[in-house]
């Protein structure tokens, strides 16, 4: 008998054991992800240390894509450059995924010089109402469901994005700095707010679906601009009046198709237009070519609501 208990008692021992090690697992799965804490702003944020040889940190959330029990930031914040912990000072260099997690306190925040990288959904869901970003590498959805985002202004940095603004429903106005000359494929796609450029920069050149879904009602292509991507405005569906600068000579393929308020368009310096440029404008009922007009691509304008069309190609 006091054999079968000492079985029975060391079975229990190892289970428990077990049980330890799998909430240590747990803990580290989905706890803590920080090294320290410090104040920034008035508010107190949480850093990882990413090169400890190089003392660089990321501004992380307290847990894994979640605030937990911490309290979350509010206001504005100006992220340092450098922060310390102890005696020893670290560079500033990146946010990681999630960061900012559903911060809906969040109005604003601004960026370190030496910030390289901002990660995937690191503001999601916050509250920011300005936003000013030059860095080079930025994850997907980063500023995602930013509903109250109303003024943007981007760095020449920037050179690569995937929807970034993504469910940023507030009317929004765009202002690209100087020396941006391209806009990077899916910048701001689905970015529905986005309803002015005030300033273009230096822009020469707009990727593939680079303001598809924005919330456009008019729209005015600059002199500057040379080169448009397919499906560069896909989807604009307010756009009403489209006008086109004299540099631009070639409507890329779909670049506005499903523009479904489109009614009006103003042809610049175009000569040719792609393949389904125009496809499902529904609001579109006649249309006039200049007498540059050299080529129409297949189905450049299937499915709109054309009743008249004047001017033949060459005349």
Request: charged share 10%; net charge negative; hydrophobic share 40%.
């Amino acid at each position: 008998m006091k054999i079968k208990h000492l079985r029975m008692n060391l079975a229990a021992r190892a289970v428990l054991f077990l049980l330890m090690l799998s909430a240590i697992g747990l803990t580290n799965a989905f706890g803590q992800q920080y090294d320290f804490a410090a104040s920034v702003s008035d508010n107190t944020l949480y850093f990882k240390i990413t090169d400890n040889t190089n003392h660089y940190v990321q501004v992380v959330s307290p847990e894994s894509y979640s605030w937990g029990s911490e309290t979350q930031p509010t206001g504005s914040i100006d992220l340092p450059a450098t922060i310390s912990d102890g005696t020893t000072t670290y560079s500033v260099t990146s946010i990681g995924d999630g960061a900012f997690w559903n911060c809906t306190g969040l109005t604003s925040v601004t960026f370190p010089s030496g910030m390289t990288s901002i990660g995937n959904d690191a503001f999601y869901n916050t509250g920011l109402t300005t936003l000013e970003v030059d860095v080079p590498t930025i994850g997907a959805y980063a500023f995602n469901s930013c509903a109250s985002l109303g003024s943007l202004t981007i760095g020449p940095a920037v050179t690569s994005g995937y929807s970034f603004f993504n469910g940023c429903t507030h009317s929004s106005t765009l202002t690209i700095g100087s020396g941006v000359t391209a806009l990077p494929d899916y910048l701001f796609a689905d970015f529905s707010g986005l309803n002015a450029v005030a300033d273009w920069g230096g822009v020469t050149g707009i990727g593939d679906y680079a303001f598809s879904g924005c919330g456009f009602t008019s729209l005015t292509i600059p002199d500057a601009i040379t080169v448009m991507g397919s499906n560069a405005f896909q989807n604009c569906a307010s756009l009403a009046a489209l006008a086109f600068g004299t540099g631009l000579g070639a409507v890329s393929d779909y670049a506005f198709c499903e523009c479904t308020s489109l009614g009006s368009i103003t042809w610049g310096g175009i000569t040719s237009i792609g393949d389904g440029a125009f496809w499902n404008c529904t609001g579109l009922t006649s249309v006039t070519f200049p007498s540059g007009m050299t080529a129409i691509g297949e189905d450049a304008f299937g499915y709109t609501g054309l009743t008249t069309a004047a001017r033949a190609l060459g005349a």
